[in-house]
């Protein structure tokens, strides 16, 4: 599946970001689940946006429970792959 390369991660680390950063993942979801197409140029970095848009057009609808369980999980993801 196409939509899950990219080039770079950008995507925030900032504690204070961390309802911006969710928001931003539940928009992104609710496009991909909703069928929208996102252009190949906004797939290259991985933001919370677009991390959230190649989910939802993964797993379609799912529950808000789910969709923040996800998150969740990619944020720790993202903690886990940090150089000490």
Known sequence: MNELRFDR???SKE?????HRKARFR??????A???RYGEPSLKELTWDNLGY???ALFSD???ELVDELYDWCVRQQHEGDPL
Do not use: F, K, V, Y
């Open 62 to 64: 799912t529950s808000p």
């Open 54 to 56: 190649r989910l939802g």
């Open 9 to 11: 991660d950008i995507r």
């Open 27 to 32: 928009e992104g979801w609710r496009r991909g």
């Open 15 to 19: 504690p204070d970001q961390t309802a």
């Open 34 to 36: 909703a069928g929208e």
